[in-house]
């Protein structure tokens, strides 16, 4: 993943991730360190894009699974919903 940028609290930072693609990154680091996806709820294709190059993809629960795709960090074991989006809980 490389090295995690300064942070500050309050601050919104973006960086981009190991195995993510290129230019701008779909993670967004919070205030608490936590990475949380910058694709919303509905972003089904870059969802499954970056789950299929993630090591630490799992698969949750059959009844915990909303993505049509079954590798897609919407169905991950090691997501959490957020209001707007999720947070993974392995980056």
Known sequence: MG???EQS???ILRKN???DGGGM???IIDEKGQWQYGGGKKDWARAAEIAGGCPCFAPDHEDEQTAAEEISCYNCRFRRWTESSFTCMKR
């Open 3 to 5: 090295n995690l940028p």
């Open 9 to 11: 609290p309050g601050k």
């Open 17 to 19: 991730a190991e195995g």
């Open 25 to 27: 990154s779909t993670w």
